[in-house]
Structure formats: structure tokens, C-alpha cells
């Protein structure tokens, strides 16, 4: 997606360690007309997809997922992030170990929003390692439902989470793919 | 707003101790069409407050008011919650205490994205306490920002938060105001 792509060579910094920041438009500061244009491309991009409910995981992945759902009329499901629960009956849950924050979270998703009619579709801002994505495979597959797509605003394409979705037999659509960070400067795959 | 004040109705339910749970459109699950009629209504009530920046605490408010700020075209701040850090230089903070969860947080939000010229709109899913709200308040005062408005989609009336943005003196609009819960029941205030 072009415009994004340019937007990431202006606005984004990339720091040691192989990390984008994008907090001026994606994930803390957020643009919502970019966003619109991220969400009709999602819509465009799994239009075949029969997809019925979009998954997210708080914090950062509710805006892009929020506007894929409004262009494809369909209800979005945050799940919530949290240490690890006593109680879950009502709920389905996943471990996710974050690289950068070094924590292992739960996240989890109320049972009565799943129905194993859904197809769903996984949004998400960043896929790097794949935890998060890992998670809600997870959830899904408790849930008996099919991930019909994984939808990333950004890939960083070299590390393993683009390989995992890959294996999972999961369409994958990244609207910016990272090849490499190279002298500070961001490579974008070729198509 | 009578389309929000009768999804309430139907999907909402009164639990004890006076919470509403609403996440099956609003907090869990996310009706995005609903979201995009109050980001457009938030426009409407705030056409003429100069608003340059919207600003949001993470997560559930960031559905409404990105929708907010898709609608009045400027972007949106979500503050982060977090425990207390001990290196803040780059960040205002201010401490939020939750009813809910019966925890002091930290919220933050980068120095960049804030700029005196700045008036900003605060938006939330729902005022009750005002614990939230308060604290962008007091990032706003130490920004030296001017906040010209409080939109919340879902106002406990009743509850201490309503008075508090009054008594600041700052513009109020909840989009559906709930006077009291009256056996399992709710009762909105009329205009």
C-alpha cells in the first residue's frame, strides 16, 4: 500500500534491535483518515473471504481492525490482555510472550462472541514473531472456528511470524512488508 | 442519541453494584456502524469547539474516538496505562485510580504529540467517577493545552465524574445519560 509505505519512510524511526517506531500515526498517536484507507484496503483485500467477525488484540490493533469492520460490516472483538486468570470459564484464553516488554500475558475472549459459524479475519498492527497472531490461532481452534486471514498493518517479514501464518495454510495480506532495516532505512519487500 | 440509548436497552445489562455491561458493542465487542454514528455525532456536538486533537485512554476508547476523529478530521492521542515508571522525561503522566479494578495506574502520553496551540477533545466510553477523565485533565494542565470538550458515549449520571468536567467548566455531551438503575433497569435522564 503505497501511501502507507511513504508514510512509514517519513514518519517512522527505526530504533536498535530492529524496531519501527510508528507512534505518530499508528500506535499511540493515531491518523483515523489513514486508518479508513487501511480498513477499505483490508476489505478490498478479503472481499472473497466470507468473513463474519474481525479479532484483535488491545491496544494497538483496535483501530485498524475497527475500520476494517465498519468497510466490511462486520462486529469486531478486542481481546483483552491480562495476567493469567483464575477464573475463566466464560472465557477462551491464550499465553502470549511479548519480546519486547519480556511478559508472558493472557489474552482472552468471552465465549458467548464466538460461534462456530464465524470465519474470522485477525488484525492486527505489527506481525514480528507472531505471538499475538499465535494467540488468537489459539483461541480460534479451542473455539472451533476458521481464521479465514491474518490482516497486518506492517510485517517485519524476516522474522518468524510471517513464516507461521504461512505454515498455518492462512491467507496473510500486509500492507507494508519489512524486508530488512538497513543503515537505519527501511527495505520494503517487492511484490 | 435514541439509537444508542435503545441498543442499550436490548443488549445492555445491569449487573450489581450499578455497572452496565455493554460488551457486546462496545468494549469487547465493537459494533463498528454504531461507532461510526457517534464518531459523527461527536463531530456535530463539537463542530464549533477549534478542536485540533482528540484524546482517549486505552482501550475502549479508542473505537470512539478514532471514529470521533475520522469525523472532524484531526488526529487522535490514546493514552497508555501502565504501572509507574520511573524513567518519564519524554512522557506526561498522570495517576488514574480504577473503581473496577481497585488499582492506581500511571497513564502517559509522549511530549511530542502535544503542542500549546493544541484544544483538545477528550473521549471515553463512559464517565462514571471521572477517574479517567481527571487524569487527562491533569496532562492537559501540565501540557498547557486548552481542553475545549468531553464527549463520552455512555454517562453515569449519578456518579461523581458528570460534576467534576461541570465544575471544570469544560463542555459535557454523553450520548446517552443514564439517570439511574432501577430494578435491573435503566432509566436515562431527559434532556
Same mark, same amino acid.
Given at each position: ?9 517519513r ?15 499508528l ?9 479508513? /484507507? ?17 479479532l484483535?488484540v488491545?491496544?494497538?490493533g483496535?483501530?485498524?481492525a475497527?475500520?476494517?469492520?465498519l ?28 519480546y519486547?516488554?519480556?511478559v ?12 462456530k ?17 499465535q ?5 480460534? /481452534?479451542?473455539?472451533q472456528?476458521?481464521?479465514a ?15 507461521l ?12 512488508s ?14
Open positions: 500500500m503505497k501511501i502507507l509505505e511513504d508514510r512509514i519512510r514518519d517512522g524511526t527505526v530504533l536498535a534491535g530492529n524496531v519501527l517506531k510508528v507512534d505518530n500515526f500506535n499511540h498517536q493515531i491518523d483515523p483518515q489513514l486508518m479508513d /484507507q487501511i480498513g477499505a484496503e483490508f476489505a478490498h483485500q478479503f472481499k472473497d473471504a466470507g468473513i463474519t467477525k474481525i484483535t488491545e491496544s494497538s483496535i483501530a485498524p475497527v475500520m476494517a469492520g468497510h466490511m460490516g462486520v462486529p469486531v472483538i478486542f481481546a483483552r490482555k491480562h495476567k493469567s486468570l483464575t477464573l475463566t470459564d466464560n472465557l477462551y484464553t491464550a499465553k502470549v510472550y511479548s519486547t516488554k519480556r508472558n500475558n493472557d489474552i482472552s475472549i468471552d465465549r458467548r462472541f464466538l460461534d459459524e464465524d470465519r474470522v479475519l485477525i488484525v492486527d498492527d505489527f506481525l514480528a514473531n507472531g505471538q499475538a497472531v494467540g488468537l490461532l489459539d483461541i480460534a /481452534q479451542t473455539a472456528i476458521k481464521v486471514g491474518v490482516g497486518v498493518v506492517i510485517e517485519k517479514r524476516f522474522q518468524k511470524g510471517h513464516q501464518v504461512e505454515d498455518a495454510g492462512i491467507q496473510l495480506e500486509a500492507l507494508a519489512i524486508a530488512a532495516f538497513e543503515d537505519g532505512q527501511v527495505v520494503f519487500a517487492q511484490d
